[in-house]
C-alpha cells in the first residue's frame, strides 16, 4: 500500500495504467485488512461477556467447562467468515 | 459509589447456578413431615452440609437448624459482594444493607437487655455491608451511646445519633429501631432514582429495578398499614411510613388506617398491584388471614422478581431474585423446623410457607 502510494506521489499529474491498477490492489488489500481487524475486535467484545459468564458457570460446577469453552470461542467465526474476505479480494 | 466496569455477567452465571440447587416444593414436602433432627440431618446432605458439619457439636435440634441456615445465607450473600464490581456492586449492597439492619437492630437489643456477646453474635448475619471487625468492635461495647459512636463513617451513623436523643428522653428502643429502617428504605433510591441532575430512567434494565424496589417499600407500608389497622393499636401510622413508595403517600396511610376495608380497597385499586394481587385480596376478605396475605405479598414480590430476571437476563434483577429465593427458602426451613418443634399439624405450617 505504501509503495502505491509513492506512486501517487511521483505521478502527481498523469498515472499510467499500470500505476492505476497497483494502487487499486493496494486499496482493495487494506480494506481487506480493516475489515478483518474490525471482525477481530468484535469477536473480542462478544468473548469478553461469554468468557466472563463461563467462568463464572465453571466456578460453580466443573462439568460446564466443554460447554463453556465452546460458547467461548462462538464468536471466533466471525474473524473466520471475515478472513474470506481477504481470499476474495487478494 | 464504586468505579470501575460491572460485571453482571459473570455474577449471573454462577447466580443462576446457585438459584437451580435451592430445594424444590416437593423437598418442602418432604421436610413437613420431618422432625427437627431429621431436617438436620436431610440438610446435611444438602449444601447445606459444611454448616451443619461446623455447628452440629455445639448446638442440636432447631437450634442448629436455625443457626446453620443463618449462616449459609450469610456465606451466599457474602459471595454476591465479593463478586460483584462496580455498579452492579452498588446496586446489590444497598439491598444487602438491609443485613446491616438487622444486626444493629440485634446489637442495640444485646446492649440493651445486657446479653451475653457470645449469644449475640450467634444470632448476626454477617451478610451486609459492615465488615467483620466493626461488628466485632460492636460485640464489645456496652453502651449503646459506644456503639452509635463505632457505626461512625457509615450512613446510619447521622440519623442514629438524631435518635439516640429521643432514646435517652424516653428508654425505648422503637426510635433507634424506626431510624435505621427509615436510613436503609431511604438509601434503596438514592441515585437512582432521585439525584440531582439525572431524570429518573423510563426503560431498560434500571427503570425495573427502581419499579422493583418501589414494589418492596409499597408492600412494606401496606403490610404495616394492615397490621396497624388489624390490630386497633393506637400508634401514629406516620411514624411507620416509609417515602418512595407509589402505593400510599403519608395522608392516604393516616386517612385508611382507620378504615380497614378502605384500606383493601385502595390496594385492589391500583392498577400497578391491584390484579396481581386481586387473589390474595379476596381470600384477605373473606378470611382473618393477615399471615397468608404476608406470604401473597412475599410470592409476588418474588414472581416480579423472577420475570424481570428473564426480561433482562444480564442485568441485577437476576441477583434480587437470587437473594428473595434464598431467604424464602431459609425461611421455610425455619418455619418447618420451628412448626415441627411446637407440634403443629402439617396442613397449619404448610400455611405458614411461602410456595409459589
Redesign the interface.
Given at each position: 500500500m505504501i509503495e502505491a502510494l509513492d506512486i501517487v506521489l511521483q505521478n502527481g499529474e498523469a498515472m499510467s495504467p499500470e500505476a492505476a491498477e497497483n494502487l487499486s490492489v493496494g486499496y482493495a488489500e487494506a480494506a481487506a485488512a480493516l475489515a478483518v481487524g474490525l471482525a477481530a475486535l468484535a469477536a473480542g467484545y462478544a468473548e469478553r461477556?461469554?468468557g466472563?459468564?463461563?467462568?463464572?458457570?465453571i466456578?460453580?460446577?466443573d462439568d460446564m467447562f466443554v460447554p463453556g469453552l465452546i460458547m467461548t470461542v462462538l464468536p471466533e467465526t466471525l474473524v473466520i467468515l471475515a478472513l474470506v474476505v481477504v481470499f476474495i479480494v487478494g | 459509589m464504586s468505579i470501575g466496569a460491572s460485571?453482571p455477567?459473570?455474577?449471573?452465571?454462577?447466580v443462576r447456578?446457585?438459584r437451580a440447587s435451592l430445594f424444590a416444593d416437593e423437598d418442602y414436602r418432604k421436610l413437613i413431615r420431618m422432625g427437627p433432627s431429621e431436617i438436620a440431618r436431610f440438610m446435611e446432605e444438602t449444601e447445606y452440609e459444611r454448616e451443619v458439619n461446623a455447628l452440629g457439636t455445639r448446638f442440636s435440634g432447631v437450634d442448629l437448624i436455625e443457626y446453620a441456615l443463618n449462616r449459609n445465607l450469610a456465606k451466599h450473600f457474602e459471595d454476591l459482594l465479593d463478586?460483584s464490581e462496580g455498579r452492579l456492586y452498588d446496586l446489590v449492597s444497598r439491598y444487602l444493607r438491609k443485613f446491616d439492619v438487622m444486626n444493629l437492630k440485634t446489637i442495640i437489643r444485646g446492649i440493651y437487655t445486657e446479653t451475653d456477646p457470645e449469644e449475640v453474635q450467634t444470632d448476626l448475619i454477617r451478610a451486609g455491608e459492615l465488615d467483620d471487625r466493626t461488628i466485632d468492635r460492636l460485640l464489645e461495647v456496652d453502651t449503646i451511646e459506644d456503639a452509635i459512636e463505632v457505626v461512625s463513617g457509615t450512613i446510619f451513623y447521622e440519623s442514629l445519633s438524631a435518635a439516640h436523643e429521643e432514646y435517652e428522653e424516653t428508654g425505648a428502643l422503637v426510635p433507634l429501631e424506626n431510624a435505621l429502617d427509615r436510613e436503609f428504605y431511604e438509601h434503596l433510591l438514592e441515585d437512582v432514582s432521585r439525584s440531582p441532575g439525572r431524570t429518573q430512567p423510563q426503560e431498560g434494565p434500571e427503570a425495573r429495578y427502581i419499579e422493583f424496589l418501589q414494589a418492596e417499600i409499597d408492600f412494606r407500608n401496606a403490610r404495616n398499614a394492615l397490621r396497624l389497622a388489624r390490630s386497633g393499636a393506637d400508634l401514629d401510622p406516620a411514624a411507620y411510613y416509609i417515602e418512595g413508595g407509589v402505593l400510599f403517600d403519608a395522608s392516604d396511610l393516616n386517612r385508611l388506617v382507620g378504615d380497614y376495608d378502605a384500606l383493601v380497597d385502595h390496594i385492589a385499586e391500583n392498577k400497578r398491584y391491584g390484579d396481581r394481587l386481586s387473589g390474595a385480596l379476596g381470600r384477605l376478605r373473606e378470611a382473618d388471614s393477615l399471615i397468608q396475605f404476608e406470604h401473597a405479598l412475599d410470592a409476588a414480590l418474588l414472581q416480579y422478581a423472577d420475570t424481570l430476571s428473564s426480561i433482562y437476563p444480564?442485568s441485577v434483577s437476576a441477583v434480587l431474585s437470587y437473594i428473595l429465593a434464598k431467604e424464602r427458602e431459609v425461611e421455610n426451613i425455619r418455619a418447618i423446623a420451628r412448626g415441627r418443634e411446637v407440634g403443629l399439624s402439617e396442613s397449619e405450617i404448610e400455611e405458614e410457607l411461602v410456595i409459589l
Amino acid at each position: 500500500m505504501i509503495e502505491a502510494l509513492d506512486i501517487v506521489l511521483q505521478n502527481g499529474e498523469a498515472m499510467s495504467p499500470e500505476a492505476a491498477e497497483n494502487l487499486s490492489v493496494g486499496y482493495a488489500e487494506a480494506a481487506a485488512a480493516l475489515a478483518v481487524g474490525l471482525a477481530a475486535l468484535a469477536a473480542g467484545y462478544a468473548e469478553r461477556g461469554i468468557g466472563a459468564a463461563a467462568v463464572g458457570a465453571i466456578a460453580e460446577d466443573d462439568d460446564m467447562f466443554v460447554p463453556g469453552l465452546i460458547m467461548t470461542v462462538l464468536p471466533e467465526t466471525l474473524v473466520i467468515l471475515a478472513l474470506v474476505v481477504v481470499f476474495i479480494v487478494g | 459509589m464504586s468505579i470501575g466496569a460491572s460485571n453482571p455477567e459473570y455474577v449471573n452465571a454462577r447466580v443462576r447456578s446457585r438459584r437451580a440447587s435451592l430445594f424444590a416444593d416437593e423437598d418442602y414436602r418432604k421436610l413437613i413431615r420431618m422432625g427437627p433432627s431429621e431436617i438436620a440431618r436431610f440438610m446435611e446432605e444438602t449444601e447445606y452440609e459444611r454448616e451443619v458439619n461446623a455447628l452440629g457439636t455445639r448446638f442440636s435440634g432447631v437450634d442448629l437448624i436455625e443457626y446453620a441456615l443463618n449462616r449459609n445465607l450469610a456465606k451466599h450473600f457474602e459471595d454476591l459482594l465479593d463478586w460483584s464490581e462496580g455498579r452492579l456492586y452498588d446496586l446489590v449492597s444497598r439491598y444487602l444493607r438491609k443485613f446491616d439492619v438487622m444486626n444493629l437492630k440485634t446489637i442495640i437489643r444485646g446492649i440493651y437487655t445486657e446479653t451475653d456477646p457470645e449469644e449475640v453474635q450467634t444470632d448476626l448475619i454477617r451478610a451486609g455491608e459492615l465488615d467483620d471487625r466493626t461488628i466485632d468492635r460492636l460485640l464489645e461495647v456496652d453502651t449503646i451511646e459506644d456503639a452509635i459512636e463505632v457505626v461512625s463513617g457509615t450512613i446510619f451513623y447521622e440519623s442514629l445519633s438524631a435518635a439516640h436523643e429521643e432514646y435517652e428522653e424516653t428508654g425505648a428502643l422503637v426510635p433507634l429501631e424506626n431510624a435505621l429502617d427509615r436510613e436503609f428504605y431511604e438509601h434503596l433510591l438514592e441515585d437512582v432514582s432521585r439525584s440531582p441532575g439525572r431524570t429518573q430512567p423510563q426503560e431498560g434494565p434500571e427503570a425495573r429495578y427502581i419499579e422493583f424496589l418501589q414494589a418492596e417499600i409499597d408492600f412494606r407500608n401496606a403490610r404495616n398499614a394492615l397490621r396497624l389497622a388489624r390490630s386497633g393499636a393506637d400508634l401514629d401510622p406516620a411514624a411507620y411510613y416509609i417515602e418512595g413508595g407509589v402505593l400510599f403517600d403519608a395522608s392516604d396511610l393516616n386517612r385508611l388506617v382507620g378504615d380497614y376495608d378502605a384500606l383493601v380497597d385502595h390496594i385492589a385499586e391500583n392498577k400497578r398491584y391491584g390484579d396481581r394481587l386481586s387473589g390474595a385480596l379476596g381470600r384477605l376478605r373473606e378470611a382473618d388471614s393477615l399471615i397468608q396475605f404476608e406470604h401473597a405479598l412475599d410470592a409476588a414480590l418474588l414472581q416480579y422478581a423472577d420475570t424481570l430476571s428473564s426480561i433482562y437476563p444480564a442485568s441485577v434483577s437476576a441477583v434480587l431474585s437470587y437473594i428473595l429465593a434464598k431467604e424464602r427458602e431459609v425461611e421455610n426451613i425455619r418455619a418447618i423446623a420451628r412448626g415441627r418443634e411446637v407440634g403443629l399439624s402439617e396442613s397449619e405450617i404448610e400455611e405458614e410457607l411461602v410456595i409459589l
